[in-house]
């Protein structure tokens, strides 16, 4: 009788035994389950999360690529989006004031940038879930006059462009998720700003006006007709130019190159009466600017573009009536550094106009 108590005792432990057993196995298998559901999902964020950084990484390069571009056509443009910018109206100077120059950098590259994103559809983001809407500003931050009118450019060689105010950059598989920030590119060699504000700065003082009369001058003691005596004096304005931008060193990367659109010794207002005035910028920036440089010139040693310092003589020599109307463009091509846009690396191109009248010059006395 004891014996099949026992017997009877040890089955029901071993069933006991098995039943604990299977229990504690169900509920391990069920554990790794979760676990491994884990790391699948987490899997998927990651996944996601790479091809955002992905994206950001490839929309901030459009966005660098999209303001050098703009730069190109700013440029070429002379500093503004009217394809004609004249620096000279009528024989007043008329730079275009930073903030035109930064509204039309601005919003060139905006315009690029949409064009890049609305082909978004066509590349390998669209194949890895990404979508980005378009971005409804673009922020340009220059180095600033200090900086830019130097004769060393290191410190004005690039500029700073935000993309702002929209581009949510999304990715849809295999986890969602979002990015709602700013983007910001450096545009690294890239003179752009260097160009404008020592141009802008040379304008204000008649540079150009300037070395056109001393040209002239110069030619007196030639015999040439004046023709020849205004090329010779053109010639001289391009010096006057390279030389602006001339290195520490002595280098010269800026090569000037001037265009005659129209000239006229007998009749000068023919070639000065032009629409050359631009319309006043009436929008605003879309961005709070950091920059807020200005450049300070000194015109108290001018009094008109009809005085002339005679550098031999040290005294003020008055011009001798109108010599010629002219309408021209001068262009200046920087060879420092190719820059890209949308017809591949290049040089960065400013281009001035001027409809001015050249003045005729009393010749020094040849002893």
């Not at 620096?87 to 100077?93: K, L, Q, V």
């Amino acid at each position: 009788m004891k014996k099949g108590v026992a017997y009877s005792t040890i089955v029901i432990l071993a069933l006991v035994g098995v039943l604990l057993v299977s229990v504690w196995s169900f509920s391990q298998l069920a554990t790794g389950t979760r676990f491994g559901a884990t790391i699948t999902q987490r899997q998927k964020e990651d996944i996601s999360i790479s091809n955002l950084e992905l994206a950001k990484q490839f929309m901030t390069q459009n966005l660098k690529f999209s303001s050098s571009s703009a730069s190109v056509d700013i440029a070429a443009n002379g500093g503004t989006q009217v394809p004609k910018t004249y620096w000279y109206c009528s024989d007043e100077a008329t730079p275009p004031e930073l903030n035109e120059v930064q509204f039309a950098l601005s919003n060139t590259t905006r315009s690029y940038l949409g064009a890049y994103i609305s082909t978004l559809s066509e590349s390998e983001l669209k194949n890895l879930g990404v979508s980005v809407s378009p971005y409804s500003c673009v922020g340009v931050t220059d180095p600033g006059s200090d900086n830019c009118l130097k004769k060393d450019t290191s410190n004005c060689e690039s500029f700073t462009s935000s993309a702002t105010q929209g581009g949510l950059i999304e990715v849809s598989t295999p986890a969602y998720v979002s990015y709602s920030g700013n983007l910001v590119a450096d545009v690294a060699t890239d003179r752009f700003f260097n160009f404008y504000y020592k141009l802008y700065k040379d304008t204000k003082e008649s540079g150009l006006t300037r070395s056109i009369a001393q040209g002239l001058r110069d030619s007196c003691p030639m015999r040439t007709n004046s023709d020849q005596r205004l090329k010779f004096a053109l010639q001289k304005a391009c010096d006057h130019y390279e030389a602006l931008f001339e290195e520490p060193d002595g280098k010269k990367y800026v090569k000037c190159e001037y265009e005659l659109l129209c000239t006229d010794t007998v009749n000068p207002t023919a070639c000065t009466n032009v629409n050359c005035k631009r319309p006043p910028l009436t929008q605003q920036l879309c961005w709070k600017s950091t920059s807020t440089s200005k450049v300070n010139v000194d015109l108290s040693f001018l009094s008109g573009f009809n005085k002339i310092f005679d550098s031999f003589g040290g005294k003020i020599v008055r011009a001798q009536g109108t010599f010629a109307g002219i309408e021209i463009i001068f262009h200046l091509t920087d060879t420092k550094y190719k820059v890209s846009s949308a017809k591949g690396p290049v040089d960065l191109v400013w281009n001035l106009y001027a409809a001015i009248d050249v003045d005729n010059q009393q010749c020094r006395p040849i002893n």
